[in-house]
């Protein structure tokens, strides 16, 4: 069993920046970060392996969106730039214990899950 805690969402200029965080309290072999708008579905917005050498995004976070993770501390990152009004939306992390190639299948049906934190950009 794994507990996610998302942090680092708040409110934002568009242009701005803001930085995500997700604490876990035990190591896994993919992790991911999801986001869902008022009245749309859940989305992925990029994942990253245990080792960092797999990363993938979504159209609309690549080049303004940055996934890392701290294996020392068990923390997942999300580096967001020139925000958008459009990115306004509540902010997931997920987690699997399986590698991220078989999780690639289908994404949204990563183990565990963190209550997530509120994005808003205003324009």
């Known amino acids: 069993q794994v507990t996610l805690v998302e942090s680092g969402g708040g409110s934002v200029q568009a242009g701005g920046s803001l930085t995500l965080s997700c604490a876990a309290s035990g190591r896994t072999n993919c992790m991911a970060w999801f986001r869902q708008a008022p009245g749309k579905e859940r989305e992925g917005v990029a994942i990253i392996s245990m080792g960092s050498t797999y990363t993938g995004y979504s159209y609309f976070a690549k080049g303004r969106f940055t996934i890392s993770k701290d294996n020392a501390k068990n923390t997942l990152y999300l580096q967001m730039n020139s925000l958008k009004p459009e990115d306004t939306a509540m902010y997931y992390c997920?987690?699997?214990?399986?590698?991220?190639?078989?999780?690639?299948?289908?994404?949204?049906?990563?183990?565990?899950w963190g209550k997530g934190t509120l994005v808003t950009i205003s324009s």
């Open positions: 997920a987690a699997d214990y399986r590698v991220c190639t078989v999780v690639a299948r289908n994404y949204y049906g990563m183990d565990y």
